[in-house]
């Protein structure tokens, strides 16, 4: 296929399968959930910012989280809303290419967050009182720029080898995103190694890190198991409820939309679509509020935040 052709190739997006008819109703949780994503992390990422006894590890790798969940939002956003809401499901093979890159990378780099917050935790549990002096503010920032790299260097050959393919006949794509996977396998040409290399990045990245998570727990129990308080085994274990649930939240759909993929042919596309959504959308939407909930720390501050603010305000009215 010729270049000029290749730039003018699109692709056709798909919403909820058998939903068509109430897509423009449909747009509007989808925009509850953006907005509510949105508001949720910049929120976490002010606090942490503006409270100054928040200025710890823990909270450092909760903002690189709200970060990550902010771009994979920002990400799924531009297609999402065409499609719901003025209906225009074509999408350029440029455009397509970039945001698959943009949904992996950022996909990764949730993964990767979470990796770093179960060593976080594991530190926390099993060595406390050398705790700040192991994750220091550089190594700190050091892990951010590997958690960086290592997901944009891993993915920028996927756009580059899925533009060289030739791509003719059927261009549907069966998600309201483009997905790596989902655009290989139209390509009218031999997609072997394409396919080894998502397989790749796939295992080198997800697969390693869910391992790594589970094994850093693994030794968290083995540690909390030797203290002679239950009250204080308890405690250590309060300080993993809310990074636990993250991890379910971004893996369990994850899980089951891969289970789906391979084992599931006969599985409906809605139900596929359903998991897709649940994997990109839940999480960014949760985990703020998992945290505020169950960490104590960022509770107070919120509310001691907004009681400041209001305090302002009726001082700023009566004056």
């Known amino acids: 296929m010729s ?12 919403g909820f399968p058998g939903l ?13 959930m953006y907005l509510a994503s949105l508001a949720g992390n910049s929120l976490i990422l002010w606090v942490v910012r503006s409270e100054p006894s928040l200025h710890q590890p ?5 903002s690189m989280l709200a970060v990550t969940d902010l771009g994979l939002s920002a990400s799924t956003l531009p297609t999402m809303l065409t499609i719901y809401m003025l209906g225009l499901r074509e999408v350029a093979m440029d455009v397509c290419l970039a945001q698959l890159f943009f949904i992996h990378t950022f ?37 951010g720029l590997a958690i960086m790299v290592r997901s944009i260097v891993l993915h920028i050959p996927a756009p580059i080898m899925l533009k060289k393919l030739p791509y003719c006949g059927n261009r549907l794509l069966s998600h309201s995103y483009c997905l790596h996977p989902d655009v290989m396998k139209l390509a009218c040409a031999d997609t072997h190694i394409n396919s080894a290399y998502g397989l790749f990045v796939v295992l080198s990245t997800l697969g390693v890190d869910s391992v790594l998570i589970v094994l850093s727990y693994a030794l ?29 939240l971004f893996y369990t759909p994850m899980i089951g939309l891969s289970m789906i993929h391979r084992f599931g042919r006969r599985a409906s596309p809605g ?32 509310l001691r935040l907004f009681w400041l603010h209001k305090a302002g305000i009726r001082d700023g009215q009566d004056h």
């Open 107 to 143: 996909s990764i780099m949730e993964s990767s967050v979470l990796l770093t917050m179960a060593f976080d935790r594991f530190v926390a549990i099993s060595n406390p009182l050398r705790y700040g002096t192991i994750l220091t503010s550089p190594r700190i920032a050091s892990l």
């Open 58 to 62: 823990m909270y450092y790798f909760l």
């Open 3 to 14: 270049a000029s052709n290749q730039s003018s190739t699109s692709f056709f997006l798909t």
């Open 271 to 302: 139900t596929r679509v359903l998991l897709s959504y649940l994997h990109f959308f839940t999480p960014p939407v949760l985990n703020p509020v998992v945290y505020t909930i169950k960490t104590k720390q960022i509770r107070l501050r919120m």
């Open 220 to 248: 968290i129990l083995q540690t909390v198991l030797f203290i002679a308080s239950k009250a204080e085994c308890l405690k250590a274990l309060n300080t993993c409820v809310s990074h636990i649930c993250a991890v379910l």
């Open 20 to 32: 068509e008819a109430v897509h423009t109703w449909l747009s509007i949780p989808l925009c509850v």
